[in-house]
């Protein structure tokens, strides 16, 4: 049983999100307690919380929230000086391999979950600066086609056979990983071009490889061929928790077929949700996603729980955990897809 709580203050979500790159950076350079904190932080405390303290944010009125895109260029920042830090403390710091584990993973479960989060906001924003800003977040991360897969191709074809983002009933994430990463370059690719034709100037496409390249260059500076590794084996492991959190918000939820042929429009009931406070605060209310498809442009603070909108009864990390293991997630899933599948039946069977 969950309890509702004010709306949070977008300082609740920058102390949630930030707190733990000063812990990092602190680990990065003297390893100890300070990395190990971060690593329990965001592996376990976050879902504890959610599970022992079961509330739920309400949602604010109006539009304007001072203060939240400073908390995205923020976020933004620390990606983009984490990642050399961190290439940095792996190749030349005084480690232990453990403390090196723990901060390979700890960034990259930050920097997929918390600095994806941001970005993906900020390409939503109408500023061309932040815009920008999202994009190089991207391209550090190897990953700067998401940029144009997820606006262009992702929210239109989102739960259909069109978009390589939507995950299909009992498909195993890692077989989705592969099918995911790939559709999505070159389908984003081909809406790009499309968009560009008959302009000129430089393909955005041609732009992400540019900020790769860069990037990889930066981290060969940095730590040489183990530096070149370590930061492409981040931006991997950040990779795999963008497209985790894609597979688990659409996973078995498809849009209807129109008698003309042509998908339904897409409604709250084509994202999973979940409710749980914390969490959202570390992923900047990522997981009130049925609320962003409907209005991408609404600022992350003023995102709603819709109770029309499918919910999942974990947190969204404990949900992607659990997807990791695709037959446990099968089995978990199945009876909250079904039941949900049966109220979508029966309000269709009603008449108005």
Known sequence: ?????????????????????????????????????????????????DQLIPLTAGTPEGDEFPGSDALLVGVAAGALLSLPLVTWALTHADLSRPEQVALFLTIGFW???VAH?????????????????GALVYASLLFGQHTSSHRLVHHRHVATADDPNSARPGEGYYRFLLRAWA???????????????GKGGLHPYAAYLAGAALALAL????????????????ALHA????????????????????????AEPVGLQHSWNTPHWFTSAVLLNAPRHSDHHLNPG??????????????????????CMIALVPPLWRRMIRPHLGRWRARQNEMQDTPP
């Open 1 to 49: 049983m969950t309890r509702q709580i004010p709306p949070l203050p977008v300082a609740a979500f920058a102390l949630a999100s930030l707190l733990p790159l000063p812990l990092l950076a602190l680990g990065a350079v003297s390893g100890g307690w300070a990395l190990w904190a971060a690593f329990l932080y965001m592996w376990l405390l976050g879902v504890l919380i």
């Open 239 to 262: 990779q795999s928790q963008i497209l985790l959190s894609d597979y688990v918000q659409h996973y078995g939820l498809t849009r209807a077929t129109r008698p003309d042929g042509k």
């Open 298 to 319: 609404r600022p992350y603070p003023a995102l709603r729980l819709p109770d029309e909108a499918p919910c999942l009864p974990w947190p969204l990390p404990l949900a």
């Open 111 to 113: 920097l997929g979950q």
């Open 219 to 234: 981290a060969f500076v940095i730590g040489g061929l183990p530096g070149l590794l370590v930061w492409a084996g981040l």
């Open 183 to 197: 559709g999505s370059f070159v389908k984003g690719m081909q809406a790009e071009t499309a968009m560009r034709a």
């Open 117 to 133: 989060p941001a970005a993906h906001e900020l390409i939503h924003r109408p500023s061309r600066a932040l815009f920008r800003l």
